[in-house]
C-alpha cells in the first residue's frame, strides 16, 4: 500500500506551472497514527506518547496564527469515516479545507520558516494523507 505525506517535488512543480487563478482551497483527507511518531523530529516530541490525532491537533495550534498571516482561512475540519461511495477499504479520520487566496499565497504559508518549525507535528501525525487543490467552477444550467 502507497501513502502519501509529503509532496514530490515533481507534484510540486506541477502545481505551480499550472496557473491557477484566484483562490485555491485544499482538501486533505487525513489518517492518523495510532501512536504519533517523532522519532525523526525529536526536538518537536512532546516528551510524552500521544495519539496521531493529538500530534495532528499540535500541528493545527502551531499552523492557524501563520494561516490567518497569510490570509488563508480554514473553511472546515471534520471527522471521516468510511466511504458511502468509494473502496469499501479505505477510511479517512479525518478531513480539512483551506482555503488560501492564490496559489502564490499558498506557496508563502508552506515555506514561511515559523510555519516549517513545527510542520513536523504532521508529519509524526499521519500514516497517510490527500492533498487536492481545488479552483471554482460554475456550474452549467
Known sequence: MNTYI????????EFFTKQ??????????????KIADYSDIESLSPGKEITGNEAYQLYIEHT??????????????GKGDAFL???????????L??????????????????????????????????LLPINEASIAG
Request: aromatic residues 8%; positive net charge; hydrophobic residues 40%.
Open 6 to 13: 509529503d509532496v514530490t517535488p515533481e507534484a510540486g512543480k
Open 64 to 77: 492557524l496564527p501563520i494561516l490567518k498571516k497569510a490570509g488563508s482561512t480554514v473553511l472546515f475540519y
Open 97 to 130: 479545507l483551506v482555503k488560501h487566496k492564490s496559489v502564490s499565497k499558498f506557496m508563502e504559508f508552506a515555506q514561511d520558516p515559523t510555519y516549517l518549525a513545527g510542520a513536523g507535528h504532521r508529519k509524526a501525525a499521519l500514516e497517510d494523507s490527500r
Open 20 to 33: 491557477h487563478k484566484g483562490e485555491i482551497v485544499m482538501l486533505n483527507l487525513l489518517k492518523y497514527k
Open 85 to 95: 461511495i468509494g473502496p469499501e477499504n479505505q477510511k479517512w479520520d479525518a478531513v
